[in-house]
């Protein structure tokens, strides 16, 4: 699979910026961390094991890793993200990195997890494995992606873009947002990377917010994709996208607040044979 170097810049660029970093681990993480028993359980982690955490963010997951009692590694490409994560988990080591091309050993690690990186790695299949290499025989991967779904707060920002935004603002090609969350891509490109036993779960992950244009917000603050197509936006056109977000969230979930928003995921696994 070859992407142009244009989704890896704007990834790189997005996830530098500090006000991004924090943004996401404040307040649009309140739903990716509703993944992170799932992640922990399925990757099979617990006392005596070693283990790593893919696009680790703020560390989140690698704290679920840690409280299992893991010996954990934390690897990240984003300097912003990662100075966050070392504050918040100080008991695990951390490094800056390229998930399609890890700086480890083989058969290094009983466990790793990706928590939803797999739309900012610019070839997900190499970092499956990647993942694979670095594994023990038997280990376990366990990642977790957005789910597409009609009531999404996902699904309302991008409608909303897609129905009054500027048109020629646009993301360079990459992976979309939601692709590995389907088992009809994500489990032959598992099978494909060495893995067996391959599983699916579905977590219920949602924002409760006091307000209901809140997705808008989070989108265009917390996330380098939602903040590609929302900053940009001459202000007539972005107030029209968020009054739009703001009218699905109340046709949907309600009138009155605080609104429970879902954006869900999955987190899928597999094991290293």
Known sequence: MTVPEGFA???????????????????????????VPALVSECGSGPEKVALDLCCGHGNVTQGLVRSG??????????????????????????EGDAMALPFEDASFDAVTIGFGMPHVPDPPAAMAEARRVLKPGGRLAYSVWQEAEHSAMTYVFAAIAAHGEPG?????????????????AFPAMKASGFGDLNLVTVDSRWLSEYPAAPFDFFLEGTVRGGALLRPQPEARKAKI???????VIVNHGATGPWDIPIPSVVISGRAE
């Open 70 to 95: 893991a010996r954990v590694t934390g690897l990240d490409f984003s300097p912003a993200m990662l100075r966050i994560a070392r504050a918040a988990v100080p008991e695990a080591e951390f490094t």
């Open 169 to 185: 603002i646009a993301l360079p090609p990459g992976p979309g947002a939601t692709d590995y969350a389907d088992p009809d891509r």
């Open 242 to 248: 968020r009054t739009a977000v703001e009218a699905m």
């Open 9 to 35: 810049a704007l990834e790189r660029r997005g996830w530098a910026d500090e006000g991004t970093a924090k943004a996401y681990s404040h307040v649009f993480a309140q739903a990716s961390e509703m993944a």
